[in-house]
């Protein structure tokens, strides 16, 4: 599992499935951890909805060497500390964002990430 294991217990479970089995809603606090400072942080970012925010996290998809690697946590990697470094947004937050995003990303899309929960 490359999602934090510390942190898990208090992701909000039914939220995030709730957010992956609905339609995507363009409305940045529609995804679960992403509250109104956050969703500040990823307007300052350039970031004004959902589909650029999947998009991306999508966009670390190509910038990574396949060969002998864990693609899922290369990916999860390079979006968290994107998340972290760059947009600001803080550590619980950002592995719920995660989680939610790439289980929508993996249901829209099987097979472009592979995901371990």
């Avoid at 998009?55 to 670390?60: G, I, K, Q």
């Avoid at 500390?81 to 592995?95: A, H, P, R, V």
């Amino acid at each position: 599992m490359f999602f934090n294991d510390n942190l898990n217990d208090s992701i909000p479970e039914d939220k995030i499935a709730y957010f992956i089995m609905s339609p995507i809603n363009s409305n940045l606090c529609s995804v679960p951890g992403v509250s109104e400072r956050n969703k500040n942080c990823f307007i300052d970012y350039g970031i004004v909805n959902t589909y650029q925010l999947f998009s991306l996290l999508m966009s670390f998809n190509n910038k990574i060497n396949t060969e002998d690697k864990d693609i899922s946590s290369e990916i999860y990697s390079k979006s968290y500390q994107t998340l972290k470094d760059n947009i600001k947004i803080n550590e619980f937050d950002i592995d719920v964002i995660l989680k939610s995003c790439f289980g929508k990303i993996d249901c829209i899309m099987p097979g472009f990430i592979d995901m371990v929960y």
